[in-house]
């Protein structure tokens, strides 16, 4: 029993023969078993074992390999085979997640290199000698909250021609930059103010929405939402003020023909240029719809459809044979339709 033990022992810390490629060759024997030299090097003999794992072939299995290929040969041992492998160095990993960082596409490529990169941790089990690639597609997305938390990046070794094996690296990256932070509360959908905001030196997240970095960039924009003080401003966070706001009295203009009158009227929703809004005279308090033209104006071209001029507009119109333009009191003309 214990000389039984003793030859399992020797078998399992034998070393290897190491099978870079994913058929067994025979040149690949050779060394265990000289006779196998008298085959063509590069004839497939068998399939490599998977990375990590190691096969053995008894003395049988290859006594009875080299009889189908010819070969008289009487094996002295068993041999064990295994994929080589090795185990990832910081430094490897760093420079495989700096050549990603030096292929990416985006417009923001020429800040990634002054990218402060920090590996914190990685695969650290063997894997196959192969090339080490990290692509962007195996990015963790940051946190919304914690844009420069550490983040998971998933790469593999690429080995054997088409095959890889999965690894992975725990980083931290930013880039220096600047960015417009809050300096007091916001309140939404009320402009920004020159006061309640300031630039600041930060870093930032490279692979998420950048942070408005210049002043005219937020001043007069409204947040979508309330904004706390000493937070960052994101332009998808702001939205332009509408040329007409909700509650604004409006200057309007109505054409029909030759005839134009106009008059105040107050919004009752709010719009921009091209938007259909509603509005209200407050003399009838009647509800009618015009559309935006610029900051608080708004025209109405009644040829489309009757409309009743109202009350307290005024009505300008330009005679025939002079050409001069003539104004009337609106009140005189409350009820003239406008065709």
Request: a positive charge; aromatic letters at 4%; proline letters at 9%.
């Amino acid at each position: 029993m214990i000389l039984i033990l003793q030859v399992v022992a020797a078998a399992l810390g034998a070393a290897c023969l190491e099978i870079p490629g994913e058929r067994i060759l025979a040149r690949d024997l050779v060394p265990a078993l000289p006779g196998f030299s008298a085959l063509p090097p590069e004839l497939p003999v068998g399939f490599a074992p998977a990375p990590g794992a190691r096969r053995i072939m008894t003395r049988q299995g290859l006594e009875r390999l080299a009889s189908q290929h010819g070969l008289g040969i009487t094996a002295a041992a068993e041999i064990c085979l295994e994929r080589p492998m090795e185990s990832l160095t910081q430094e490897r990993v760093l420079a495989a997640l700096r050549a990603a960082l030096d292929e990416e596409p985006r417009a923001s490529a020429g800040d990634l290199k002054e990218a402060r990169l920090e590996v914190l941790d990685f695969s650290r089990y063997p894997v196959p000698r192969g090339e080490l690639e990290f692509l962007r597609s195996g990015l963790a997305p940051p946190a919304a909250t914690r844009l420069l938390a550490p983040r998971l990046w998933r790469g593999r070794v690429r080995y054997a021609g088409g095959r890889s094996y999965p690894v992975w690296a725990r980083i931290r990256i930013s880039v220096p930059g600047q960015q417009v932070v809050a300096v007091q509360n916001l309140a939404a959908g009320r402009p920004i103010e020159a006061a309640q905001v300031e630039i600041v030196t930060a870093e930032l997240s490279p692979f998420s929405e950048r942070p408005a970095g210049a002043l005219e960039q937020v001043i007069g924009r409204l947040p979508r939402r309330s904004i706390l003080s000493g937070s960052p401003l994101l332009p998808s966070a702001l939205t332009a003020p509408k040329q007409v706001e909700r509650g604004e009295m409006v200057s309007v203009e109505v054409f029909s023909g030759a005839a134009q009158l106009s008059f105040q009227a107050q919004a009752q929703s709010g719009g921009n240029a091209g938007d259909v809004i509603a509005l209200r005279n407050p003399a009838t308090g009647r509800r009618f719809p015009a559309r935006v033209e610029g900051e608080r104006k708004a025209v109405i071209h009644a040829n489309s459809q009757p409309r009743t001029i109202p009350a307290g507009a005024a009505v300008s119109t330009r005679d025939s044979q002079s050409g001069q333009k003539t104004r009337e009191a609106g009140p005189a003309l409350a009820h003239r339709p406008v065709h």
